[in-house]
Every structure is written in structure tokens, then in C-alpha cells.
């Protein structure tokens, strides 16, 4: 899916991130397999086939200073935003090496979504809805409460096209927009303080969210609004969540901030009723704490109710941006982390006992492409055989992929097509003669008013 990005400008999925101050990087994980980066000196596109191989798909050096890059899924369609032109998204066919169109707006871009029906460009107070088969502009929402970083969310399943974003400055309400139907589906009061994050899971039917404080994480129902869980992060003190993500299963939300620490929660089955429990002293005392709950304040007996993060990853440095991912690889659940100074890290999670998440493949994103051994771990006692130990090291023979349009394989790096069943309606092909969206050049076109070549 369309990772959650990481801000800056925001970005990446979910949020975008600037990297390092020398030779800062712009990364989105795309298509969970996939990673984009923005560098000073352009982008470059990346296939993580397996966890010991990360292929360079593309590298571009035609415009400088990137800060935005998002690649729809694993086509050849790449949407860049530069600092030299920060009013201007440009997208591009890179594989043909040529521009599809570009569109310039009032003010500097700080956010770009994209799925396979709508393209989403988000500005400080406003926020444009593209068509992305041709580009045309559906919808424009005016005079949105100023967002300075950019923050909004769009569902990567085009059957609802959901975009969620900040409805106050002051305070953490989320504003759900339906981007078929171009209306407003509901407002959602998530958190008294101002909005951070906010990320879609995979089918567009729950949206996590967190506020500025960054100690509690929710996540509501969608459309209707509903809060099924809440994550508390952590009580002493207030953290930047630059990265907040689903597993494509929904069974897993990632978060991490501008702390050494990655929480990685659980998200257990709800069920309406419980079953009866026996007749004993602990049972009785269960039920006796949960009825004395009612007559506590909702502040307190709201903190007895949050789970705690069911796995976690202690990062070896702490204050830089960084972004997740989590992923199946070689049919075992990953965490994949993009930290600011242009590394990608790989993390095995136990799926059964959580815990302490297992480093077991570092690559370097800013380098030549070619991987980088653990060194941190080549000083580390030998661990226990747990699963996340036995698991470790797999064999390099990547596994098909279930999911429609892209395999692990590197079927982007060879390619492949996205099935003409995975776009909402006509023909879809981005690497033949019949180009999508059926345009070639638009130049210095304004939102709404692009020329076709």
C-alpha cells in the first residue's frame, strides 16, 4: 500500500521526511516492497525483493532538492515536488523517462497522496482532488484550518477513496471526506490537542490517529467514526510521531517518533459480548474492578482500559525523523525503519509473543544500493532460540506475493503491469504506447487547467 509518509514537508506512508542536513532524503514506502527517497541531488526508487537484497529500480538527477516523491504502487507513474519549485508537482513516466504533466498552485506543496482513482496535492489552507486518469481537478477544498505540515490521509483502496485531515488547529478534530463522492462523510473528535498523525489501514475501514502529545494512539471505524481501540504510547513525556502505519492484514499499528523507541500494537478481535466466566474469587473481583470503573472519572478509567504495545524496537539513535513499514517478506512479518541519516533497517516481529523486535539486515540508502552486514549484531551475545531468533536468517528465495498487482519477486523492477481490474474503470496500462493518463505534456498548467499535448 501506499505507506504512510513521513513530514517535513510531510510525506511518506502517511508522513514525508527530510533527511539529514549534508544529503537529506525524502522517503515513502510504497507497495510496502517498495521504497522511494528524495536526495539533494534528485530520487532514486528502490525494490526490496528480500530481506538481503535491495534492488535500484530508478535513480533521477534532473531536479534537484527533492523533498516530496510518491510512486503509485509498483508503476511507472513517480510524483516529485522540489524545493527549487516547491509550487510545482510534476509527474513522470520513468521508465520512459518522460513527463506526464505538471500543475503549479498558489502555494508551497507540503503533502501529495495518491491511490489508484484520486491524487491528492495538500497545501498549508487548502486541498486539491485530482482525477488520476487524467489528471482533471475534481475538487478543490478551500479555507482548511492551517496545516502547517501537510497532514492528511487517503485510502489506498480506490472502492472508497477516503481522505481524512485536520479539521481544527486548536484541537484534534479529524474531517472525513469521501473522494468519490466528492462530500464530507462525518467529523470525528479524536483527541483534545492538535492532530500529528494519521494513517488509513488497507481497505480504508479503520483510521488510526494521534495528537501532537503523542502518548495516546486511537483508531475509529470507518465511515462511521466509532473508536475501537486505544493505545497508550506512553505516559512520561511528550514525543513527535513521525510515522504512524497498519500491516496490510490490519492486525498490527506501528508507530514511532523522534524517541529510540518503535511501539508496535496489537489490534485483537472485538466481540459484542464476553463469555461467562466461572463462578470464581478472581472472576468475581474481575467484574467487581470493572463495575467500580463506571464511577471513576472517564480520564482514569479510560487509562485501565488501554492495552500497552504488544512489540517494540530500540533504535540506536533517538531525535532524527524516521519512517515504517510493516511488511510480509519471505512469508514472515518484518518491520522495515527508514532512519534520517540514509539507511533502511529490517526488523523480524514474532506475530504470536511480541516483544523485542530482531535487527537482522541493515541497508544503506545513500551509498552505491549494495546492503551493509549488522555489525551491531556481530558484538551481541548469541540469543535465545525464541522465534524471532530461528527466523532470523531465511533463505534469499523470495516468495510470491498475494497481493494483486505487484509481487515480492521484484515484478516492479521487471516492469510488471497493474491488472487492469485493480484501477476503478477503463483501460490501464503505464508501460506501453497506451499511455496513462492519456497525456504526454501538460507545461505550467494551474490545477484545473492543464493542456494535453
Not at 467487581?288 to 533504535?315: E, K
Amino acid at each position: 500500500p501506499s505507506a504512510a509518509g513521513a513530514r517535513g514537508p510531510p510525506g511518506l506512508p502517511g508522513a514525508w521526511v527530510r533527511f539529514g542536513a549534508a544529503r537529506r532524503a525524502v522517503t515513502c514506502f510504497q507497495a510496502v516492497h517498495s521504497l522511494a527517497i528524495g536526495t539533494t541531488t534528485g530520487y532514486r526508487l528502490f525494490s526490496l525483493s528480500s530481506v538481503e537484497q535491495l534492488d535500484q529500480v530508478h535513480e533521477s538527477n534532473e531536479i534537484p532538492d527533492v523533498y516530496i516523491v510518491e510512486r503509485l504502487f509498483s508503476s511507472s507513474l513517480v510524483v516529485v515536488v522540489s524545493h527549487a519549485k516547491p509550487q510545482q508537482m510534476n509527474v513522470y513516466h520513468f521508465k520512459k523517462g518522460t513527463e506526464i504533466c505538471n500543475y503549479s498552485y498558489s502555494s508551497n506543496i507540503l503533502s501529495i497522496r495518491l491511490n489508484r482513482q484520486r491524487l491528492i496535492v495538500c497545501l498549508e489552507e487548502s486541498i486539491y482532488i485530482h482525477n488520476i486518469k487524467d489528471m482533471k481537478l475534481l475538487k478543490t477544498i478551500l479555507d482548511t484550518p492551517p496545516n502547517t505540515t501537510g497532514l492528511c490521509a487517503l485510502s489506498i483502496n480506490h472502492a472508497n477513496s477516503y481522505l481524512a485531515y485536520p479539521g481544527s488547529a486548536t484541537s484534534g478534530e479529524i474531517v472525513l471526506y469521501d473522494g468519490n463522492t466528492l462530500k464530507t462523510a462525518c467529523t470525528i473528535p479524536a483527541h483534545d490537542g492538535p492532530l500529528a498523525a494519521l494513517t488509513f489501514n488497507s481497505t480504508g475501514s479503520k483510521l488510526a490517529s494521534a495528537s501532537e502529545k503523542g502518548t495516546v494512539i486511537r483508531v475509529f471505524s470507518i465511515p462511521g467514526g466509532q473508536k475501537l481501540y486505544e493505545f497508550r504510547r506512553g505516559m512520561k513525556r511528550y514525543v513527535n510521531i513521525s510515522s504512524l502505519v497498519f500491516s496490510m492484514d490490519s492486525q498490527f499499528l506501528c508507530a514511532s517518533s523522534n524517541t529510540e523507541t518503535v511501539h508496535i500494537f496489537k489490534l485483537e478481535h472485538l466481540t459484542d459480548s464476553r463469555p461467562e466466566e466461572p463462578p470464581t474469587w478472581s472472576g468475581y473481583m474481575g467484574k467487581m474492578f470493572q463495575a467500580a470503573t463506571n464511577y471513576l472519572p472517564a480520564q482514569v478509567s479510560g487509562m485501565m482500559n488501554q492495552d500497552r504495545a504488544f512489540a517494540t524496537v530500540r533504535l540506536n539513535i533517538s531525535g532524527q525523523r524516521n519512517i515504517c513499514a510493516l511488511s510480509t517478506i519471505q512469508k514472515l512479518p518484518r518491520l522495515l525503519v527508514t532512519t534520517s541519516d540514509g539507511h533502511l533497517y529490517i526488523y523480524n516481529l514474532d506475530p504470536q509473543d511480541g516483544g523485542e523486535c530482531v535487527l537482522i539486515k541493515k541497508h544503506s540508502l545513500l551509498g552505491s544500493g549494495k546492503t551493509e552486514e549488522n555489525k551491531e549484531n556481530d558484538l551481541q551475545p548469541p540469543l535465545p532460540q525464541s522465534y524471532a531468533a530461528t527466523v532470523a536468517r531465511q533463505s534469499t528465495v523470495p516468495s510470491t506475493s498475494t497481493m494483486p498487482g505487484y509481487s515480492e519477486d521484484g515484478g516492479a523492477l521487471r516492469g510488471e503491469v497493474i491488472p487492469e481490474h485493480e484501477f476503478a474503470t477503463g483501460p490501464v496500462c503505464l508501460d506501453d504506447e497506451n499511455e496513462f493518463p492519456p497525456i504526454i505534456l501538460c507545461r505550467g498548467g494551474q490545477p484545473g487547467k492543464a493542456k494535453r499535448s
